[in-house]
């Protein structure tokens, strides 16, 4: 009796499972670094509030 | 613990946590651990799908616990070393350990995940139904819970140290309760089922078959080593977004994408 | 010091609940809700319902807990009054000990005292009443107690929801599992004094760490 | 009122005290020292810092960095919830509870000054009359008042005041400068938070500006 198919299933959930916890940080990396970068260009072009009269 | 070799752990931390330090260490090493797990893993799966012969009594199916044991000690491994970082980090407000034991709890869940997953595969030639509530899986299952609690406290409180800091203790409750846990699913194994199923012979395994079993456990633990590296990293950079090294590191690392 | 502080709290709460009398019946009616639909789903056939109705009560008086959970200390913290506990000259552990034990007292004790009568409906056996009783009044504290925990833990959010019930069922699992078990070795004709009194060396070891262990929690999470 | 002379000067004194959030400086590090009949009011605008300063006096908070001494001994717990009362934006009443039964159940917990009662107390900010009623009956400003009794009757020294005169009249306003002239005349003293609206109480005062950080 073989229980191959059982056998690949279960490899393919634990390869599957392992790729996810290798992706997952590696997105939050790089969302990380985003977040960054967009705060840099923000702060680069901010406009400073004032204490002149309010215009609209 | 004596205190001076209290007084060396803490000065290590404290050496190693300043977070563009630890960022540097993370970025250099994370690779090589994920490199080596994977290389280890390879060689530990080869022998356990090709090279050891098939069970007289499970067939092929015994080649799952494999993957299978190794998951469940890293499984338990895992939460008690992110009780432990937890601990540091309360005792002695180390940001560093902060961010490792809440970088643990994804990698544990995973393991977890992947341990009733194959006990659930395995059980279905071997029990004839994908879930028992064998004191193990059922343990696992519970333990599951504690993960995904912890993940979601930490997840759940806006100030980063404080939901470090109360998701460490859960996990702190979490490992002194586990033993009572585990026991009393015993307990009520015994009171319902009467007999357990052994997932491991006393003795069944002989020596050419337990070998690829423990490079699968080295190699599950080099690659949580890189797991792990990897998330704290991307957790410290996004607690530090705003300090001008962090500023500083993304623009290279933007430079080095582009080119 | 420490008596006269548990005093005014154990006063305030009593003065709480008598405030809000029409509250004070909210758990043991949901232990109720949860027993009749049990009985309609199970088919209200004595055969069907006696042999799982310890654990249908022990489960109609743990959820009904874990309904009440989020009340044990959110009302105090978004009022402030968790901020006069912690700068109390008494320490906040004892407060903490005072409020859980009056929480246990006002919501868990009800449910409790009504068992007998949400016993009668699911026809549970007469003869296992008293080691169902003594389960429930060694186990109850213990689930108040564990759940001070979560409740400090869960208390900084605005809205803990389902995470309140994540984190308290592992737990929960061992209390449940020896109480509920209690009564089936009981039923099964097996002593039920080992249980017991497991139960009540876990009741002894949460009363003295639990409260500890959730003041600590408090001070993180509330701020 | 405790005597004048009882306490070690300063009454409170804080070097080099920081605190920060998310990674974020909020303030700090700050040094200044408070002796006893004197006040220090605590300026500065929104975000500046001044309740999160108060949180971390009152040790509702944890400081990144620096010492704290109250009546030159470093800080400790009972130490705190001897010398310090703390009236901070939430009050910590019960909305279910009567006005003398919520300043009840807090004598209990903090202690109250001896030959003192809730009913005085009560009748010195101007609520004599109210003792009965439900506190959800009571507006802000009587809310308030309430919060200020119940610090008058508290035996602490170190008052830790955080914007008390927000939601209150002008005769409300004036309440505060005379209970605090009180307290710093009987050997009190007190810290005071306002976003400088308002006028100080005639008492010597010192002055921290907080600025905001980044």
């Not at chain 2, 469940?72 to 560093?96: D, E, H, P």
């Amino acid at each position: 009796m073989s229980y191959r198919d059982y056998v690949i299933a279960a490899y393919a959930v634990f390869a599957a499972i392992m790729l996810w916890d290798y992706l997952a940080p590696k997105l939050q990396l790089r969302a990380a670094l985003h977040a960054v970068r967009q705060r840099a260009a923000r702060s680069a072009n901010r406009v400073r509030a004032t204490n002149t009269e309010l215009e609209r | 613990m004596n205190s001076s070799a209290k007084n060396r752990l803490v000065r290590w931390f404290h050496q190693l946590g300043s977070p563009p330090t630890f960022d540097r260490f993370a970025a250099r090493w994370t690779p090589w651990a994920y490199l080596l797990g994977l290389l280890t893993m390879g060689i530990g799966l080869y022998g356990a799908l090709f090279q050891v012969p098939a069970d007289y009594q499970q067939g092929d199916s015994f080649r799952i616990l494999y993957i299978h044991v190794p998951s469940a000690w890293m499984s338990m491994a895992v939460f008690a070393l992110m009780a432990f970082y937890a601990a540091i980090a309360l005792i002695w407000r180390i940001k560093l350990c902060e961010i490792l034991a809440m970088a643990c709890a994804p990698s544990g869940a995973a393991f977890t995940l992947i341990t009733l997953a194959t006990g659930s595969i395995w059980g279905k030639p071997m029990w004839g139904t994908w879930w028992d509530w064998d004191p193990r899986l059922t343990t696992e299952l519970i333990l599951l819970f504690l993960y995904l609690g912890v993940m979601g406290l930490y997840a759940a409180i806006d100030d980063r140290r404080n939901a470090a800091r109360a998701a460490g203790l859960l996990a702190i409750v979490g490992v002194a309760l586990l033993p009572v846990i585990r026991w009393s699913v015993v307990w009520w194994n015994s009171l319902h089922q009467g007999q357990t199923i052994r997932l491991l012979g006393e003795s069944s395994m002989d020596a050419s078959m337990i070998a690829p079993l423990w490079w699968m456990v080295v190699g599950t633990h080099l690659w949580f080593v890189g797991s792990l590296l990897a998330r704290a990293r991307a957790d410290n950079l996004r607690r530090e977004a705003g300090k001008d090294w962090v500023g500083k590191l993304a623009g290279h690392e933007s430079l080095e994408q582009a080119r | 010091m420490m008596w006269q502080a548990a005093r005014a709290l154990v006063g305030r709460d009593l003065q709480l609940v008598w405030a809000r009398r029409g509250d004070a019946f909210q758990p043991a009616l949901f232990a109720l809700l949860t027993v009749v639909l049990f009985a309609l789903a199970l088919g209200g056939d004595a055969e069907s319902l006696a042999p799982v109705a310890s654990a249908v009560l022990w489960l109609a008086v743990l959820l009904a807990g874990l309904l009440s959970l989020d009340s044990l200390f959110r009302g105090d913290a978004e009022d402030g009054s968790l901020e006069q506990w912690m700068l109390a000259p008494v320490p906040l552990w004892w407060l903490v000990l005072v409020r859980t034990l009056m929480h246990w007292a006002t919501t868990a004790l009800p449910v409790i005292l009504a068992a007998p009568l949400l016993g009668e409906l699911l026809h549970l056996p007469r003869a296992q009443l008293p080691v169902l009783m003594a389960s429930l009044l060694l186990g109850t504290p213990i689930l108040s107690l564990l759940g001070a925990v979560v409740a400090a833990l869960t208390v900084g959010m605005r809205r803990a929801g389902v995470l309140v019930a994540l984190l308290a069922l592992p737990l929960y699992v061992p209390v449940l599992v020896f109480g509920a078990g209690a009564v089936a070795a009981s039923a099964q004709g097996l002593d039920a004094v080992g249980a017991l009194l497991l139960l009540g060396a876990g009741l002894v070891l949460s009363l003295a760490l639990a409260p500890l262990v959730a003041a600590a929690a408090l001070r993180i999470a509330h701020n | 009122m405790p005597d004048s002379n009882v306490y070690a000067r300063p009454l409170l004194a804080v070097r080099g005290l920081a605190f920060s959030r998310n990674e974020t400086p909020v303030f700090g590090p700050l040094d200044f020292a408070v002796d006893a009949n004197e006040a220090l009011l605590v300026q500065g605008g929104n975000g500046a810092g001044k309740t999160t300063l108060l949180r971390v006096l009152a040790g509702l908070l944890r400081p990144d960095a620096g010492s704290m001494d109250i009546d030159g001994r470093p800080a400790r717990h009972d130490l705190r919830a001897r010398f310090v009362a703390y009236l901070g934006h939430l009050p910590g009443l019960k909305a279910d509870l009567s006005a003398l039964q919520n300043l009840d159940f807090l004598c209990g917990l903090h202690g109250r000054r001896p030959a003192q009662t809730g009913e005085s107390a009560m009748a010195i900010v101007g609520l004599a009359g109210y003792e009965d009623a439900p506190l959800r009956t009571l507006s802000a400003g009587q809310k308030k008042r309430l919060g200020l009794a119940r610090l008058w009757l508290s035996p602490a020294p170190l008052w830790l005041l955080d914007e008390p005169y927000a939601n209150l009249d002008l005769d409300g306003i004036t309440l505060v400068n005379r209970m605090v002239q009180a307290h710093l005349r009987g050997g009190g003293a007190a810290l005071i938070t306002t976003h400088g609206a308002y006028a100080a109480p005639p008492v010597r005062t010192r002055l921290l500006e907080l600025a905001a950080i980044a």
